[in-house]
Nanobody
Framework: QLQLVESGGGLVQPGGSLRLSCAAS????????IAWFRQAPGKEREGVSC????????YYADSVKGRFTTSRDNAKNTVYLQMNSLKPEDTAVYYC??????????????????WGTGTLVTVSS
């Protein structure tokens, strides 16, 4: 069974950090670009970042640029999203998704082949 599983979410204070992981089972991530999306309560799904499989190029939404970093460890079949300087408006369920080879961009949800089930990030004091 082909699956993506996110982990690392939780409650963090404003200004804090979290690292999310996206692990694949049933397939290898090295031929897939991995995107992160988020959806806050009552809001539309929003693209956060993407990392290509071919050259490791990364792309970020303006709202997280300079604060979030995505990286990949193909040996561990895992992609990460390091989130620093977190703000209350970053509160959302975060999803990872996979598309073949290269990133279409940030937020191109219709291009994704596989989705994880999400992990909740809450930024609150």
């Amino acid at each position: 069974q082909l699956q993506l599983v996110e982990s690392g979410g939780g409650l963090v204070q404003p200004g804090g950090s979290l690292r999310l992981s996206c692990a694949a089972s049933g397939f290898t991530l090295d031929k897939y670009a991995i995107a992160w999306f988020r959806q806050a309560p009552g809001k539309e799904r929003e693209g956060v970042s993407c990392i290509s499989s071919t050259d490791g190029s990364t792309y970020y939404a303006d709202s997280v640029k300079g604060r979030f970093t995505t990286s990949r460890d193909n040996a561990k079949n895992t992609v990460y999203l390091q989130m620093n300087s977190l703000k209350p408006e970053d509160t959302a369920v975060y999803y990872c998704a996979a598309e073949s080879l290269t990133c279409s961009g940030v937020g191109y949800y219709y291009a994704m082949d596989y989705w994880g089930t999400g992990t909740l990030v809450t930024v609150s004091s």
